[in-house]
């Protein structure tokens, strides 16, 4: 098991970006949709509070890894599994922030399921970001299944499938690791670890320390790696990328990180974590990190880091008002996309 957590001097960090062969438009780039996602989030959960928007998820905490693992694919290219919590990884791979409003309204223009799927279950066949399923875990399978067929086709698509730590426990993921690390699939299996399912703590999940251990059983390489580091998630996922294209097989990312809010919107987190525990995390938030980093190392100033906010929340309030303009789907519509219709 390979381990790449810590801090780095301003000096390192400036050093090592271009080590990651990134340039300076792609750090801000990263940092741009970390901002975005960040402002849709804030948003979608207002609209839950004011009575618009039935259910949200939300992914806050969760930008560095979403983003920095993301920003590594080839989009349009490689196959994307998001779960539930995905938003930035959406953004990061091209869906707009107008149509992560319109599936969080569910309104019938939502391009992911004509309002039809809960939020944030993306689905865009150009940008190959497959349709998932609520259940937790199922997507895994599917991966390794999508990473067989690239396989037999001989293209050079690389499969990415994201999860939390508590799918980990279904069978779905012990299956579709063991399919992928047999046959030596081209997929990376990321693991949002933010430590909880729900109320259930990970110590309740597993009788070992980190999930990447699970990779070993399965014959591929398990790594853990700082979740709220962009560039650290950025790097352990290209090298992932790389070596599943180039015939390497599987490998399993586990990326530690946190929510800030609850489960969903239907959740109160009160009644298993502590406040002080949360306020502790929010210390370590994965955007204050990057800004901090790229203030350090002289790529962002203070007057582009207010002007970044400042677009981002303009784009994020643009996404509110169309969706809240978009239409509703029409009620007799409803088994459209159901059942078959000659
Ligand atoms: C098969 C199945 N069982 C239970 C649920 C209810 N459920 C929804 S999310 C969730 C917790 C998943 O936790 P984790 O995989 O750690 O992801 P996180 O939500 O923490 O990001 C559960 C139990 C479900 N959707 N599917």
């Given at each position: 098991?390979?381990?790449?957590?810590?801090?780095?001097?301003?000096?390192?960090?400036?050093?090592?970006?271009?080590?990651?062969?990134?340039?300076?438009?792609?750090?801000?780039?990263?940092?741009?949709?970390?901002?975005?996602?960040?402002?849709?989030?804030?948003?979608?959960?207002?609209?839950?509070?004011?009575?618009?928007?039935?259910?949200?998820?939300?992914?806050?905490?969760h930008?560095?890894?979403?983003?920095?693992?993301?920003?590594?694919?080839?989009?349009?290219?490689?196959?994307?599994?998001?779960y539930y919590r995905?938003?930035?990884?959406?953004?990061?791979?091209?869906?707009?922030?107008?149509?992560?409003?319109?599936?969080?309204?569910?309104?019938?223009?939502?391009?992911?399921?004509?309002?039809?799927?809960?939020?944030?279950?993306?689905?865009?066949?150009?940008?190959?970001?497959?349709?998932?399923?609520?259940?937790v875990a199922?997507?895994?399978?599917?991966?390794?299944?999508?990473?067989?067929?690239?396989?037999?086709?001989?293209?050079?698509?690389?499969?990415?499938?994201y999860f939390g730590d508590g799918a980990t426990s279904?069978?779905?993921?012990?299956?579709?690791?063991?399919?992928?690390?047999?046959?030596?699939?081209?997929?990376?299996?990321?693991c949002e670890n933010n430590l909880y399912a729900i109320?259930?703590?990970l110590?309740?999940q597993?009788?070992?320390?980190?999930v990447?251990?699970?990779?070993?059983?399965?014959?591929?390489?398990?790594?853990?790696?700082?979740?709220?580091?962009?560039?650290?998630?950025?790097?352990?996922?290209?090298?992932?990328?790389?070596?599943?294209?180039?015939?390497?097989?599987?490998?399993?990312?586990?990326?530690?990180t946190?929510r800030?809010?609850?489960h969903?919107?239907?959740?109160?987190?009160?009644?298993?974590?502590?406040?002080?525990?949360?306020?502790?995390?929010?210390?370590?938030?994965?955007?204050?990190?990057?800004?901090?980093?790229?203030?350090?190392?002289?790529?962002?100033?203070?007057?582009?880091?207010?002007?970044?906010?400042?677009?981002?929340?303009?784009?994020?309030?643009?996404?509110?008002?169309?969706?809240?303009?978009?239409?509703?789907?029409?009620?007799?519509?409803?088994?459209?996309?159901?059942?078959?219709?000659?």
């Amino acid at each position: 098991m390979i381990s790449k957590q810590g801090t780095l001097t301003a000096k390192q960090e400036e050093g090592r970006h271009v080590a990651l062969g990134l340039s300076v438009k792609d750090l801000l780039e990263m940092y741009d949709k970390m901002l975005l996602a960040r402002a849709l989030d804030e948003r979608m959960w207002l609209l839950n509070r004011q009575g618009k928007a039935n259910f949200v998820v939300s992914g806050q905490g969760h930008e560095a890894a979403q983003v920095g693992s993301a920003y590594a694919l080839k989009r349009g290219v490689d196959f994307v599994l998001t779960y539930y919590r995905d938003h930035a990884v959406a953004l990061t791979v091209g869906i707009s922030a107008r149509d992560v409003m319109l599936s969080t309204l569910a309104k019938a223009n939502d391009p992911s399921s004509a309002g039809r799927q809960f939020p944030a279950h993306y689905s865009f066949p150009p940008l190959r970001i497959v349709s998932v399923s609520s259940a937790v875990a199922t997507q895994i399978p599917h991966a390794s299944g999508i990473a067989l067929a690239s396989k037999l086709k001989g293209e050079e698509a690389v499969t990415i499938v994201y999860f939390g730590d508590g799918a980990t426990s279904k069978g779905d993921f012990h299956e579709g690791l063991n399919f992928a690390g047999v046959h030596k699939l081209p997929v990376v299996f990321f693991c949002e670890n933010n430590l909880y399912a729900i109320s259930v703590p990970l110590s309740k999940q597993m009788a070992i320390q980190d999930v990447a251990e699970r990779a070993k059983a399965y014959g591929f390489p398990g790594v853990v790696v700082d979740g709220n580091d962009v560039l650290a998630v950025y790097e352990v996922t290209k090298e992932a990328l790389d070596r599943a294209r180039s015939g390497g097989g599987p490998t399993l990312i586990d990326a530690k990180t946190y929510r800030f809010l609850p489960h969903t919107s239907e959740d109160d987190d009160r009644r298993y974590r502590s406040r002080e525990e949360v306020e502790e995390w929010k210390k370590r938030d994965p955007i204050e990190r990057f800004r901090r980093d790229l203030l350090q190392a002289g790529i962002l100033t203070e007057a582009l880091d207010q002007e970044a906010r400042k677009r981002t929340a303009a784009e994020a309030e643009d996404a509110v008002e169309f969706g809240q303009k978009s239409p509703d789907p029409d009620p007799k519509d409803a088994l459209r996309y159901v059942y078959f219709e000659g």
